[in-house]
Nanobody, 128 residues
């Protein structure tokens, strides 16, 4: 059984930076890509970013590209989401998830169905 636990979410102001963490247990962490999604009230869960197994390749949604960065520490079974220049539109619950597809396909990394384990989420609220 794989467990993912996110942390680091809080209330911040527009323009601030914030780093989220996700600690994985119960699986071969370094064998999987790890992704971040977010979901705002009344909206569908949307892809934010993914980092591939060794950390050398990453994908981002167009909305966050250039502002957010995903990284990982395989020795700590942890994936991070560094968020810069936060905007009120970034307010959401942020989830990490394990990517369960053998290749880092540019379309499939963005699909919820490509992930098999999810954390419970951490809330990020960005005020004006």
């Amino acid at each position: 059984q794989v467990t993912l636990v996110e942390s680091g979410g809080r209330l911040v102001r527009a323009g601030d930076s914030l780093t989220l963490s996700c600690v994985a247990s119960g699986g071969a962490f370094s064998n999987y890509g790890m992704g971040w999604f977010r979901q705002a009230p009344g909206k569908e869960r949307e892809f934010v970013g993914l980092i591939w197994r060794s950390g050398g390749v990453a994908y981002y949604s167009d909305v966050v590209k250039g502002r957010f960065m995903v990284s990982r520490d395989n020795a700590k079974n942890t994936v991070y989401l560094r968020m810069n220049k936060l905007e009120p539109e970034d307010t959401a619950t942020y989830y990490c998830a394990r990517y369960n597809v053998v290749i880092d396909h540019t379309v499939r990394v963005r699909e919820v169905a490509s992930y098999d384990y999810w954390g419970r989420g951490t809330q990020v609220t960005v005020s004006t």
